[in-house]
């Protein structure tokens, strides 16, 4: 499986991006997914996480309110909508997929099996 993120640039304070993560070589509706950023001198955040029937989904504090993860498992794909983006949402954006498709482990890095290269998003002040 391989997932290929796309979406990011420069936006202002204030501003919305719409990321995108797109499964090849299979198909993404037995995973469960998640978004992960990797801010300036900072280590891997889980930031939102989505299990295969949308019944859980969960959102760090930092975005909670602001961002909201989907799936549309027929074009297996997952999106994160980022409204009222802040400076400190600036890093490289990663989308993650966990064979174990019922649970959503936003703070488990180490359960994701296949990751995206990632994606910039950079917040101006």
């Known amino acids: 499986l391989q997932l290929v993120e796309s979406g990011g640039g420069l936006v202002q304070t204030g501003g919305s991006l719409r990321l995108s993560c797109v499964a090849s070589g299979g198909t993404l509706d037995r995973y469960a997914l998640a978004w992960f950023r990797q801010g300036p001198g900072n280590e891997r955040e889980g930031i939102s996480c989505?299990?295969?029937?949308?019944?859980?989904?969960e959102y760090s504090d930092s975005v909670e309110g602001r961002f909201t993860i989907s799936r549309d498992n027929a074009k297996s794909t997952v999106y994160l909508q980022m409204n009222d983006l802040k400076p400190e949402d600036t890093g490289v954006y990663y989308c993650?997929?966990?064979?174990?498709?019922?649970?959503?482990?936003?703070?488990?890095?180490?359960?994701?099996?296949?990751w995206g290269q990632g994606t910039q998003v950079t917040v101006s002040s």
């Open positions: 989505i299990n295969i029937g949308a019944t859980k989904i």
């Open positions: 993650a997929a966990d064979q174990v498709g019922e649970r959503c482990a936003r703070r488990r890095i180490g359960v994701y099996d296949f």
